[in-house]
Nanobody, 114 residues
């Protein structure tokens, strides 16, 4: 199993970013996918989850209404659209899948600063 995140960067408050996570090594369309994030000095926190078909999503309260998780099962990719970004959204963002055990990508850095 391999998960590769991309799309992070530096953005001003109020800006947007779209993260991608390319998955391989398992039947992507059969498994829910999640995003987590970890700010410096803090524990890794849940951000969002999407079911295998993309028909059901769930979000942490802190990002609800600003972030949107989606997936393209034909491309084995899950996305996180992040709008109205705030400085407190600064973190390394990880995608994850539970496939017999938990797998994590290497993460992508998101920095929100003016």
């Amino acid at each position: 199993v391999q998960l590769v995140e991309s799309g992070g960067g530096l953005v001003q408050p109020g800006g947007s970013l779209r993260l991608s996570c390319a998955a391989s090594g398992f039947t992507f369309s059969n498994y829910p996918m999640s995003w987590y994030r970890q700010a410096p000095g803090k524990k890794r926190d849940y951000v969002a989850r999407i079911d295998s078909s993309g028909g059901s999503t769930n979000y942490a309260e802190s990002v609800k209404g600003r972030f949107t998780i989606s997936r393209d099962n034909a491309k084995n990719t899950v996305f996180l659209q992040m709008n109205n970004l705030k400085p407190e959204d600064t973190a390394v963002y990880y995608c994850t899948v539970y496939y017999y055990t938990e797998y994590w990508g290497q993460g992508t850095q998101v920095t929100v600063s003016s």
